[in-house]
């Protein structure tokens, strides 16, 4: 299989939007854009998809992910960015794909009770997020080398420290983190997730370079 690693056009959309809903998904049936988006799966990788591509760098943005294609094709895919400043532009992307003001305050009371558990957002560190890997490519290192990818990016924006977050039932992506020198930080979100969305705490792992 001859792969090539690069970073993701906005020609990569579809795909992209499947590597957030798989990521999110990770080892559960349903989605937490369940939650935010609503609708159906076709109807949230459809939104996906358009926030992946508007002007709007939200943590959805295309110019913040590392991908590995086969035969030109994206099948696997990581994203870094910092927090802080990716959050800021959510408002602003749901507003270009045509949401209303009315629409985004909902979302974000509909998401309050969820994103209140989250720890206070740390300054300095590169997040890693929306990381997957296509059925039928998986174990074959794709990913690890799509997150060392993104790793390597934030340290050329001067970013020494690390996070990302993973369900506690994600054994096989705590591993690899691990692997990777990821180290648990912290656990949280347990109440709110099992009621909102039938799942387990999130964890938190982080690494310092």
């Given at each position: 299989m001859?792969?090539?690693?690069?970073?993701?056009?906005?020609?990569?959309?579809?795909?992209?939007?499947?590597?957030?809903?798989l990521a999110d998904q990770s080892p559960y049936r349903n989605s937490g854009y369940d939650l935010s988006l609503g609708g159906s799966k076709e109807k949230q990788l459809a939104e996906i998809q358009q926030l992946v591509k508007v002007q709007s760098r939200s943590w959805f943005h295309f110019s913040f992910f590392e991908v590995a294609t086969v035969a030109d094709r994206a099948v696997a895919g990581a994203a870094g960015f910092d927090r802080l400043a990716t959050d800021a532009q959510i408002p602003a992307a749901l507003r270009e794909i045509g949401w209303s003001d009315e629409a985004v305050q909902n979302l974000q009371r509909r998401m309050s009770e969820l994103y209140s558990c989250f720890p206070p957002e740390p300054c300095g560190y590169w997040t890693l997020d929306h990381v997957?890997?296509?059925?039928?490519?998986?174990?074959?290192?794709?990913?690890?080398?799509?997150?060392?990818?993104?790793?390597?990016?934030?340290?050329a924006l001067g970013f020494r420290r690390f996070k990302l977050d993973v369900y506690r039932g994600n054994i096989a992506a705590r591993k690899l983190y691990e692997r990777l020198g990821f180290r648990?930080?912290?656990?949280?979100?347990?109440?709110?997730l099992r009621r909102l969305l039938d799942r387990d705490a999130l964890e938190r792992l982080t690494l310092e370079l």
């Open positions: 001859d792969v090539v690693y690069r970073p993701a056009a906005v020609s990569d959309a579809p795909a992209l939007a499947e590597f957030i809903y997957a890997c296509l059925p039928g490519f998986r174990r074959g290192g794709l990913v690890r080398s799509v997150v060392l990818r993104s790793i390597e990016r934030g340290k648990l930080s912290e656990s949280f979100g347990e109440a709110a």
